[in-house]
């Protein structure tokens, strides 16, 4: 596998060659040039999606928007994760309305990156869409702001201006983020320390609007659901909940966490273990080979999400190096390890829930004791304190959509 930092090499000799002499990349777009795209008719948003967290969060976005008599969308599946992606939106009662081919399996990120930026850029110029909207940090969203950026259409980044310390770790997603930023026109922060990390980067003010997460609106959804607490399960104090698909944890620190797991498990024998398992092979061929035995291990395909939240809404401990998990672990009220050495969502270390444990065994296992022992707190109330808002980012970025895309249009 070629190293972070050559993949990189090569993605920025790509933007070099790429990218236009303008120099008007950090600014919001203006209002004239809105208005040269055309005041006719309703304004197409082009919203894309590779993977199951950017449905999760773009979900509630689309659903804003839905049968808005000015603004209309263009769902687009990028193929990266095509099946995960169909399934998730389903279950948002949302399919895509294009369907690109599932990404072929290509030798580097690199070749994948070509790949998806060529057909999203088919996609864009065949939609005319006024704006293009992507969410995160993955492949597809970085892919989606290069298509758009090639084909001079205005770029809305969803959940913008998260970063780590380190430009290369977690690698790629924080790479992604950070250029993704010097892409899009419109920046939608998840929270306040995101509103900074931009203005500090030099993206202009007036670009970034604090909303909220998207991902808090689809878990609010969630947690209040009349017909879900109807039948409320009890808490089933002897799960422990697994997830494992970070670049940084293929290979030799999966071994790691997997050792470690063991170790818990004969020190806790009444512990189940239900690890959904992420279909990279690079990260799952190594837990099927040393736990797809173990009597204590429950391995499993990836949940649908709301089946997911519900087992982490009941578990004893989650051990997760997902973005996603750790903002929504705070509010289900449970216990968060997260083997990394680094997070973008700091935030949520300051709730007492989400606790960073470097990827070594003996640490692992210390850590999920302490916390198996450690008195259960209540679970964070989604409001206006809470650190991704009160549940309400998508009503808010649509009513950025509309300022930006109707009133200031016809300014
Ligand atoms: N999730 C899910 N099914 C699973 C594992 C996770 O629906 O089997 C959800 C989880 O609730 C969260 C999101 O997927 O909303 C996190 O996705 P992931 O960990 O794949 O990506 P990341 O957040 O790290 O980008």
């Not at 017909?227 to 104090?237: P, T």
């Not at 997997?258 to 992420?278: G, S």
């Not at 304190?385 to 930006?404: K, Q, Y």
Request: aromatic share 4%; glycine share 4%; with cysteine.
């Amino acid at each position: 596998m070629p190293s972070a930092e050559r993949l990189v090499e090569s993605l920025r000799r790509d933007e070099t060659r790429a990218s236009p002499a303008r120099g008007d990349r950090f600014h919001p777009l203006s209002a004239n040039a809105l208005h040269a795209r055309g005041c006719d008719g309703p304004k197409v948003i082009l919203i894309i999606a590779g993977t199951r967290p950017e449905c999760i969060k773009l979900a509630p976005i689309v659903r804003a928007l839905t049968d808005h008599p000015e603004l209309s969308t263009v769902l687009v599946n990028s193929g990266q994760h095509a099946l995960a992606v169909r399934e998730t939106l389903a279950e948002f009662a949302l399919r895509s309305d294009i369907e690109l081919a599932p990404l072929p399996c290509l030798p580097h990120l690199s070749a994948s990156h070509q790949h998806l930026r060529v057909e999203l850029r088919a996609v864009i110029q065949r939609c005319k869409p006024n704006l293009v909207i992507i969410q995160g940090d993955t492949l597809t969203a970085y892919s989606g702001a290069r298509a758009a950026h090639d084909t001079g259409r205005a770029l809305a980044h969803v959940e913008a201006g998260l970063r780590t310390d380190a430009i290369l770790e977690p690698f790629p997603e924080e790479w992604f983020r950070r250029r993704i930023a010097r892409f899009a026109q419109m920046h939608f922060a998840p929270c306040r320390s995101a509103v900074e990390n931009l203005v500090a980067e030099g993206v202009a003010e007036s670009a970034v609007q604090h909303v909220g997460n998207t991902g808090i609106d689809s878990l609010r959804e969630f947690l209040d659901d009349p017909e879900r607490n109807q039948h409320r399960a009890r808490r089933a104090s002897a799960t422990v909940l697994v997830t494992l698909h970070r670049r940084g944890n293929y290979d030799r620190n999966a071994s790691i966490v997997c050792d470690a797991l063991i170790d818990l498990a004969a020190a806790r024998p009444e512990l189940r273990m239900l690890f959904p398992v992420h279909p990279n092979p690079q990260v799952s061929a190594t837990i099927r080979r040393r736990l797809g035995e173990h009597p204590s291990f429950d391995l499993v395909e990836p949940l649908p999400y709301r089946e997911f939240v519900e087992h982490a809404l009941h578990a004893a401990l989650i051990i997760s190096d997902s973005g996603g998990v750790q903002e929504e672990a705070p509010h289900l009220g449970t216990p968060l390890l997260v083997p990394r050495c680094n997070t973008e969502r700091r935030e949520c270390l300051a709730t007492g829930f989400v606790r960073l444990v470097s990827v070594d065994r003996t640490a692992i296992v210390r850590a999920a004791l302490d916390t198996l022992q450690a008195p259960r707190l209540r679970a964070l109330p989604i409001d206006d304190d809470a650190p991704f808002g009160a549940g309400r980012a998508a009503l808010m970025i649509v009513s950025a959509l509309e300022t930006m895309l109707l009133e200031r249009a016809y300014a």
